[in-house]
């Protein structure tokens, strides 16, 4: 069960992986991978697993292959720092050619990689408009109309009987949404931090992923951490 | 032998009308001989003075001489309040003496400006805990620091060995007696159920014979025949370990090695170390002992006097008077579950107030304070009743034992916290609230009460329930008889001997065999393969993963000169902040709420329990009611609440399982009908209906009741072996159960049995199939890799390890960004790399300290054949306490995660539509 939504008049999907699907223009969406955090830890001296591209792509190639995207857009922090490139396995880099093969691949750049990638495949770009909907990285206050963002890591925090469950999650209120992370080692906000104050028009809904599906949850049953 | 004491001493136990005792002046005789001791004493015999004279006595005569002598004694307890107590107890006779002695203690609390006086200059006896003997094996001077040590001593050991702290100790003391080659080792217990075992871990082995045999020069030889062209570690796990890689296998020493069968192949790791062996190091110090290659496999196995183990002699205190343990009989009925004993709690207050000073010990904090409490409910004559358990902030529990040491105090609750040796004097008796878990404990416990040998110790257990009644009568009687618990002996853990690979780096560059040598001579890792070794040198330096990426990053790098060193000294640094082998749950700080945020600090407490709190929901903690508002990042805001009943009640019972021997007690209690006497009369008649209406299980044998309730078919097992391997059990039978097509939809276990219930009946099946062994095989395979507890081992190894920082300079990450970011490296790890170092760690701590699978697998092999079912219509006597918790507890696991999401968003469906 996944669930199907409408974004600013765009009809998209919300995928229980985190990648959002616009069918309408066969695009799939997905933020905040952060290619090479592990070797980026690694370099300073803590040796976290050398896995975190190589899992993040196999998780995005799943979806690539659920889908058939013609176009692939990653919404910004892809690499998770500017020496991300030199530090990426040839296989990985590899992988990334193949999902771009027969199709667009779009990067649009964020705070973490703000050049965007010198010499892995795909294009680069600040942001991109389907329909009345504008795809950018960071989330902006008081825009006159709907966008898909990442940047923010939301989380959601949920009790019920026998304890409390904190997963990520879309925050959505028809008009914007923030799109989770989706890279294999990127940790989350609570979508009740400051930080998500005043993006949305009135209580927005999360929607978490849960196994095999995406549920939407009120406002008013959300928890902070 | 009263010769063995010098004048000032002697005169010293004239003035105070004491002689000293015989293990006082054979403890004299031991240092004096210069022996490895371990000294086995009730509490209140004089322990640790006899554990000090000898260091003081050398102290005192040792020949004055020109440059600063250095630290002499390192004491070593399991609790940083015991170290600062001990320093208490010891200035008190060396004042009196009028010795000069430098006496001061060091633990994470002393202040940065005094750590670094003791560094540049060092105290005659230094008081500290295992932690930070740790972190004295990461300086850079540690060498130096301990070239004049002459003693070690560690204190309260029984409480300490059978542990992963337990480990890093021993690793600990390998190092010092490798820096302090004539430091001399004296260990101090408890009555334990085999010293020679805990010998035998203070021992350790031997790095060098006696004499060892000069080394003929380096050369080269013929290939396999040459010792000094090292074969490749053989790679077999569980053999004896292989001889020192360098050296020749020592004279008289029959090493059966066979060179051919090693020598060649091997995998791109094993060419790594020839290579690096071949070239002999120049300017290394040659070693001329031999080494593992004398050693017997095991320290535990073979008695502690196998060759290669360094003999500790046994001292033994003059046993106590026997201690005085009653079980309270309530004049009130002994209800059928729970672990609060809310119904005897009026007599327990009749007793304290009778008694001088009482110690009530619980099993758990929420017991604690809810004993306190209820106490604080009848104090009519406002007896000073004070609390004591680990949550509470340190300042407090500081008050409330230095009140104890005054005697202001009648009764303090506390839990474990104060179950190890310090001394309060005015304690003439402790009570147990609920039952014991285990007999070791029960004595230990016990011993807090009169500090007095020739007076007995007297002892009240109060059971909670009538299963606890058994066991409390089960566990007096096993006290009376002096019969403990046998405590596991533990391999020791490869995450921990990690950080200690780290930290030797950190204090001086390492010669890769000579560590392995040191640290084999480590109880716990005397049979560590050499291959294991290997492994966490890499995990060390480079994260140990397949793909060798990290190469260029390594953490510790081999210098030209063929030594290991860390690479900058800020890896150092941060390595120094994270050492220790105690990992606490993700805690989160209570504050009471202030004027401009968070304000004072009340205490801490494990997160799950706020994340069941509603803001506005009013709960205890401290002895008080709090109302709790919110969490703020690490802080969870409360401020007092008038009211009387808190709203939220949680009271997790024990979290020692009921050990295997008391259980075996029990379950002997209950077959022996001549017994029952002793038992009140509501629980001798629920063991007489229970015999009449269904039956009692058996000595050896298991009881199994089916029946059904309601829609649900029940099976009740009476296994009593312990929560953890109960929980166990009833997750691979509901597997098996759910294979069978009966449909199990739940499961409950506690100490003394587990029920499981399901859609279809159960009372048709082949129950001797069902407990076949095998279910500890794929089973219990796949179900760790997704359980909750593999998550929480891992997470745990990837902190001792290092691969996760607890702290940064400057900055401390909370529980709850390390529980997530653990979560996260497992399930990346599991899939790509499944046999990495870790994951092992996490597994092997998962099966022995959270699932007692060695328990389990015992325990199905006992009841083979010996399966009693009882197919009834009724639910029986013994069932009603399980059946009274089912729908109390809650439950883990991904599962029930999911159930908690999909509830939340049909909630929301419902709404909507009613709307």
Known sequence: MTHVTQISGVAATLRPSGALWIEDVRTLVVADLHFEKGSAFAARGQMLPPYDTAETLRRLSIEVEATDPGALVFLGDTLHDGRAETRISQRDADAIAALAKGRDLIWITGNHDADGPSRLAGDTAQEIRIGALTLRHEPRRGADHGWAAGHLHPCAKVVGKGGAVRRRCFVTDGERIVLPAFGAFTGSLNVKDEAFEGLFAGAPTAVVLGAGRSLPVAWKRLRGD | MDLALPDQFARWFERRGWAPRAHQLAMIEQGKLGRDTLLIAPTGGGKTLAGFLPSLIEIVERPPRNTPPGLHTLYISPLKALAVDVQRNLLTPVSEMGLSIRIESRTGDTNEAKKARQRKDPPDILLTTPEQLALFCAWDGARLYFEDLRCVVIDEIHALHSSKRGDLLSLGIARLRMLAPNVRVVGLSATVDEPEKLAAWLGGYSPGGVNPPPAPPLGRGEEGADPFNPPPPPGRKNGPAPPSLREPPPEGVDWEGDHAQHGGGGSPRLRRLEEELEQPLAGEPRRTTPST????????????????????????????????????????????????????????????????????????????????????????????????????????????????????????????????????????????????????????????????????????LVPASRFEMLECRAAADAVRENALDGEPFRTGALDVLAQHIMGCACSEPFNLVALYDEVTTAAPYSDLSWDDYERVVDFVSTGGYALRTYDRFKRIVKGRDGLWRVRTPGIAQRHRMNVGAIVSAANLTIRMAGRHGSGRKIGEAEEWYFEQLEEGDTFLFAGEVWRFHHVEGVNAIVSRSAEKDPKVLSWGGSKFPLSTYLAKRVRRLMNDESAWESLPADVAEWLTIQKEKSSLPGDEDLLIETFSRGNRHFMICYAFEGRLAHTTLAMLLTKRLDRLGVGPVGYLANDYALAIWALRPLEGLDFDQLFEEDMLGDDLEAWLEESFLMKRSFKSAALISGLIERRFPGEEKSGRQVTFSADLIYDTLRRHQPDHLLLQCARADASTSLLDTARLSEFLRRIKDRIKVNRLDHVSPFAVPILMEIGKERAPGSSAAEMILEEASAADLIEEAMA
């Not at chain 2, 006097?305 to 500790?312: D, F, I, N, S």
């Not at chain 2, 046994?314 to 002994?334: K, Q």
């Not at chain 2, 409910?377 to 529990?397: C, F, K, T, V, Y």
Request: glycine letters at 8%.
């Open chain 2, 293 to 460: 290659a004398a050693r017997s496999p095991s320290p535990y196995g073979g008695g502690f006097a196998a060759p290669g183990l360094r003999q500790v002699d046994i001292v033994r205190g003059a046993a106590g008077a026997e201690p005085l343990v009653e079980v309270l009989l309530s004049n009130n009925r002994v209800p059928w579950a729970g672990h609060t004993a809310q119904h005897a709690m009026d007599e327990v207050y009749e007793v304290i107030a009778k008694a001088r000073m009482a110690l009530v010990f619980v099993n758990t904090r929420w017991q604690a304070e809810f004993a306190f409490q209820e106490l604080w409910r009848l104090n009519d004559a406002n007896l000073p009743i004070g609390l004591h358990h680990g949550s509470l902030a340190a300042e407090q529990r500081r008050k409330v034992e230095a009140a104890m040491a005054r005697g202001e105090l009648r009764a303090v609750v506390c839990t474990s916290t104060l179950d190890l040796g310090i001394d309060w004097g005015e304690v003439d008796l402790v009570i147990q609230l609920a039952a014991p878990k285990g007999s070791s404990r029960l004595v230990q416990r016990i011993g807090r009460a009169n500090h007095r040998l020739d007076e007995p110790s007297r002892a009240l």
